[in-house]
C-alpha cells in the first residue's frame, strides 16, 4: 500500500481558529448540491500527510463498522470533526490501523484505503509501522464492541488488559512511551484496571481514558465549582450495568470529584436490582429527591409513574471514603436515552441533563475526540485517569455485589486524586446544534451511513 498521495477530495474545511480548543475550525464549509459535505481541503491533506508536524497515531481497535466506537471516532479523525461550532479539522493523523475481526459489515478497511493509510495484521506492526521500534507519535485503542463471550457475572469479556499490555510492550522494547487513549473503562474487571494503571505507571506513559459522557452536553450546563460541597449525588442511565453501568457511573464522577476535599476513594460499594432497588430510595438509602430531581431534566422520558413503567430497575450504592453517598440508578424505559445528574449541595439540590446526539453525526464522540486529540498534541490529559481506574473498579464492584447479593468492602479502592488543573474541551450549548446535527457524512462516504438513518424518511 502506498504511504501517501494526494487525496482527490474537494474542499469543505477552511482556516480559522477554534480558540477554545486551539484547533483548526470551519464554520463555513462547502457543501455538495445535495446538502452533504463535499471533502476536506488540500492544506489540509498535506497537513496530515505529515508535512506539518502532525503527531502520527496508531489506530488500534477490535471491529470497524458503521456506527461502533470505532467508527464515530476514527472516522471523524479522518474527515474532519463535526462540532456545533462547525467542522474541526484534526490535528493528529491515523498513520496505521490495525482491526481484530473483519467481518462482512466492515467500513475501516475501505476509510482507511481512501485516506491512503496502511492496515497492518498485528498490533504490533500498527506500532512500529511494519519496522523493529516505536514509531507513532500516540495510540488510540478503541476496545469496545466485537465479538467476545460473557463471564459468569454477565460481563462481556473484552481483551483489554491482553491489548494494552501489548501496546507496553512495544514501549519497553523500544525504551520510549507515547500517549494513550483507551477507550471506555480501562477494564471489565478491577484487577486487570489496576494493572495497567500501574503498568503505565512503571513506563511513564501519559495514559488517558473513558467514554464521550463527560463531555456531552449538559441541560442545564452545569459545572460545580471546585471545593463545592456535596452530601449525596445520583447518576441516572438505563440498559444494564455491564452494557451501560460504566458510563453513568462516569457521569457520578466526573461532577462529584470536585467536592472539598477532591477524591478520596470509596469505602464500599453495593450493587441492587429490581424491588430492591424502590426499597433503597423508600429507606432513603438513596434519595427519592435526587432521583426525581435528576429524571425531571430529561427531555423525552415517560410519563407517568416511574415504579410502573421501570420492570427492572438497577442501582449501586457507592460509600466514599469522605462520608459522600453516590448512587447510579438505571431506569429503563421510563427514561428512555436518557441521562442525567443531581446532588445535594448544602441545602440545595442542583440537576442537569446529559444530552448526547442522537443524528446521523453521533457528535458526543466529536468532543470525546477533540478530547483526545488535546490529549495527543500537548501530552497532557484532559481528565484525571485516576478518575477511570475509580469508576472502572465501582462498576466492576457493584456487578459483583449484585452477583453475591452482599456489600463489597473496598479498602482497594483509595484512590486520591483531584480535578484541579484539568481543562477538558465541552460544549456550551445545552444541547447539540451547528454541524453537530449534520450534515454527516463527507460526499463519498454515504456508505457509513447506518441502515437505522437509511430507512429514515
Known amino acids: 500500500m502506498k504511504k ?9 474545511i477552511k482556516k480559522s481558529v477554534f480558540a477554545a480548543a486551539g484547533m483548526s475550525l470551519v464554520p463555513g464549509f462547502v457543501l455538495g448540491k445535495d446538502g452533504s459535505i463535499d471533502s476536506i481541503t488540500e ?9 506539518d508536524g502532525i503527531k502520527k497515531v496508531a489506530f488500534i481497535t477490535h471491529i470497524y463498522r458503521n456506527s461502533a466506537h470505532a467508527d464515530v471516532i476514527g472516522t471523524k479523525l479522518f474527515l474532519g470533526i463535526p462540532a456545533d461550532e462547525g467542522m474541526v479539522a484534526p ?14 459489515n466492515d467500513t475501516g478497511i475501505r476509510i482507511a484505503k481512501m485516506n491512503n493509510t496502511p492496515v497492518y495484521p498485528t498490533v504490533e506492526e500498527a506500532l512500529t509501522l511494519g519496522g523493529d521500534k516505536l514509531a507513532v507519535d500516540a495510540v488510540i485503542y478503541v476496545g469496545e464492541h466485537g465479538e467476545y463471550p460473557y463471564n459468569r457475572l454477565g460481563m462481556k469479556l473484552y481483551p483489554r488488559m491482553n491489548y494494552l499490555e501489548r501496546i507496553f510492550r512495544v514501549f519497553d522494547a523500544s525504551n520510549r512511551s507515547v500517549p494513550v487513549f483507551t477507550d471506555k473503562a480501562l ?7 489496576r494493572w495497567i494503571y500501574d503498568r503505565a505507571q512503571e513506563l511513564n506513559v501519559p495514559l488517558m481514558a473513558g467514554s464521550s459522557l463527560p463531555y456531552c452536553w449538559r441541560d442545564k450546563p452545569l459545572v460545580h465549582p471546585l471545593g463545592v460541597k456535596i452530601s449525596e449525588a445520583v447518576a441516572i442511565g438505563y440498559a444494564s450495568l455491564d452494557a451501560y453501568g460504566f458510563h453513568v457511573t462516569e457521569i457520578l464522577q466526573c461532577m462529584i470529584e470536585r467536592r472539598a476535599g477532591g477524591e478520596t476513594g470509596v469505602e464500599s460499594v453495593e450493587g441492587l436490582k429490581g424491588a430492591d432497588v424502590w426499597a433503597a430510595i423508600d429507606s432513603g438509602k438513596i434519595s427519592q429527591k435526587l432521583v426525581e430531581a435528576a429524571c425531571d431534566t430529561i427531555q423525552g422520558k415517560a410519563t407517568g409513574n416511574m415504579r410502573e413503567i421501570v420492570k427492572m430497575p438497577y442501582a449501586v450504592i ?16 421510563y427514561v428512555n436515552q436518557g441521562w442525567a445528574y ?3 449541595t448544602g441545602k440545595d439540590i442542583v440537576a442537569t441533563e446529559f444530552v448526547l446526539d442522537h443524528s446521523m453525526s453521533y457528535s458526543h464522540f466529536s468532543y470525546l475526540t477533540l478530547n483526545i486529540q488535546k490529549f495527543i498534541v500537548t501530552g497532557k490529559q484532559t481528565a484525571p485517569i485516576e478518575r477511570n481506574l475509580l469508576t472502572s473498579g465501582i462498576i466492576d464492584m457493584g456487578i459483583r455485589s449484585l452477583a453475591e447479593g452482599k456489600v463489597k468492602q473496598t479498602p482497594f479502592l483509595n484512590i486520591k486524586y483531584s480535578a484541579a488543573g484539568y ?3 465541552r460544549p456550551t450549548a445545552p444541547r447539540p446544534t451547528g454541524q453537530s446535527i449534520g450534515p454527516w457524512p463527507p460526499k463519498g462516504y454515504e456508505f457509513i451511513i447506518p441502515d437505522a438513518f437509511k430507512n429514515k424518511k
Open 43 to 51: 492544506q489540509l491533506s498535506r497537513a496530515l500527510a505529515g508535512q
Open 423 to 425: 481543562e477538558p474541551i
Open 318 to 333: 457507592v460509600k466514599y471514603k469522605d462520608g459522600t453517598k453516590g448512587s447510579i440508578v438505571m431506569l429503563d424505559q
Open 91 to 104: 490535528q493528529i493523523k491515523i498513520a496505521s490501523v490495525y482491526i481484530e475481526q473483519v467481518g462482512a
Open 4 to 12: 501517501e498521495s494526494t487525496n482527490h477530495r474537494r474542499d469543505f
Open 187 to 193: 477494564s471489565y474487571s478491577w484487577i486487570d484496571s
Open 342 to 344: 443531581a446532588a445535594k
